[in-house]
């Protein structure tokens, strides 16, 4: 993905200038008090917490950024406000503007992780039942620019989430015509494998490309597949990914916008 800076929480001037226009405006001060963090300096608190994987209340208060409850707070307000949403569509809409999104093949997978605590949106883990843990459903074009991530209970089975997925993909423009939101083909592994889920792609006009059970191993898929769990590695690279620690589903999902707007501008920078 290229050099990459050392302190990566800081904001740079060009990814500001795309975030700033699509932050809600704050609503007017009620009463007296200490005046309020500038937005940039809480979105630098906030990927200082997805990239170190440190607690919010022991954000250090001399790097400026506020106090974890504020970037916290400001984290929730933007994520209702859907602005990770609208910057992963506008930063879609730049790489196909400049051709660089295959919509050849789609990429699926769905890793586990393991959640500190209970909350929605969690359930067992496949490996240790008495443990609760979530999944991050990943779909990627050809490339490994990611499309749509999801969250759900580590209990549910990954065909369940094919298309959901596939509509939580955006309609993307950037050129002359309609905006583009579905694949030609999905690439998936044997988790998928499900006939009556086979008809249904088929009956929305795409081809499903997806391993069978019951078949020796090396279908092929594999020299397709990797760029999905690369893809799933730069996810997890962010620390807070790694361990599901938010009680709070809406505020995993918030980190996992955010993380998916990183890898994609960083596509955006190195392709256009």
Request: hydrophobic content about 40%.
């Amino acid at each position: 993905m290229g050099k990459r800076q050392s302190r990566q929480w800081i904001v740079s001037d060009e990814l500001w200038c795309l975030i700033e226009p699509l932050l809600p405006k704050p609503g007017p001060k009620l009463v007296e008090g200490r005046p309020r963090v500038p937005d940039r300096q809480a979105l630098c608190g906030i990927l200082f917490v997805l990239h170190t994987g440190i607690q919010w209340e022991y954000l250090p208060q001399e790097l400026g950024f506020g106090s974890g409850m504020t970037c916290w707070r400001r984290l929730a307000a933007w994520n209702e406000a859907g602005v990770w949403s609208q910057l992963h569509v506008l930063l879609l809409k730049k790489l196909r503007s400049a051709k660089n999104l295959d919509w050849s093949r789609a990429v699926i997978d769905s890793p586990h992780i393991r959640a500190a605590r209970k909350g929605p949106k969690g359930g067992p883990s496949p490996v240790d039942r008495a443990r609760p843990g979530s999944k991050h459903h990943v779909i990627t074009d050809a490339q490994g620019i990611p499309l749509a991530v999801s969250l759900t209970g580590g209990n549910r089975n990954d065909v369940t989430q094919l298309l959901p997925l596939l509509d939580k993909i955006p309609a993307v423009a950037g050129i002359v015509g309609r905006p583009r939101r579905r694949p030609d083909a999905p690439f998936a592994d044997r988790g998928y494998d499900h006939d009556k889920y086979r008809r249904l792609l088929r009956q929305r006009g795409i081809r499903p490309v997806i391993a069978k059970r019951g078949e020796p191993h090396g279908s092929g898929l594999g020299i397709f597949r990797y760029v999905v769990e690369r893809t799933i590695a730069w996810l997890h690279g962010f620390r807070r990914l790694r361990i599901r620690w938010e009680r709070r589903a809406d505020i995993h999902e918030a980190l996992l916008g955010l993380a998916t707007c990183l890898i994609t501008y960083r596509h955006v920078q190195r392709l256009c």
